[in-house]
Nanobody
Framework: EVQLVESGGGLVQAGGSPRLSCAASGFTFDDYAIGWFRQAPGKEREGVSCISSSDGSTYYADSVKGRFTISSDNAKNTAYLQMDSLKPEDTAVYYC???????????WGQGTQVTVSS
């Protein structure tokens, strides 16, 4: 069974630096691009960052560039999102996504809430 399980969210003060984790099972991490998305109340889900597990190339949305860092540990089938200098506008449910390189299949985690207090 394919699973993505996020952890590391919670209530954080502005300026804080939590790290989100996405633990995957049921598929080979190396064959997927891993992404982090977020959805704030009343807003559409947006892409935050992604990483290619094959070559390590990364992408960041302009809103988080320079503050967030994505990484992956293929041996542990786990991806991370290090979030620094958090702002109240970063408050959202953060979702992990995996998309296969060959067939384009997608898997989603259940999401983890990050709330940034000012």
């Amino acid at each position: 069974e394919v699973q993505l399980v996020e952890s590391g969210g919670g209530l954080v003060q502005a300026g804080g630096s939590p790290r989100l984790s996405c633990a995957a099972s049921g598929f080979t991490f190396d064959d997927y691009a891993i992404g982090w998305f977020r959805q704030a109340p009343g807003k559409e889900r947006e892409g935050v960052s992604c990483i290619s597990s094959s070559d390590g190339s990364t992408y960041y949305a302009d809103s988080v560039k320079g503050r967030f860092t994505i990484s992956s540990d293929n041996a542990k089938n786990t991806a991370y999102l290090q979030m620094d200098s958090l702002k109240p506008e970063d408050t959202a449910v953060y979702y992990c996504n995996a998309e296969g390189f060959l067939r384009g299949e997608e898997y989603w985690g259940q999401g983890t809430q990050v709330t940034v207090s000012s």
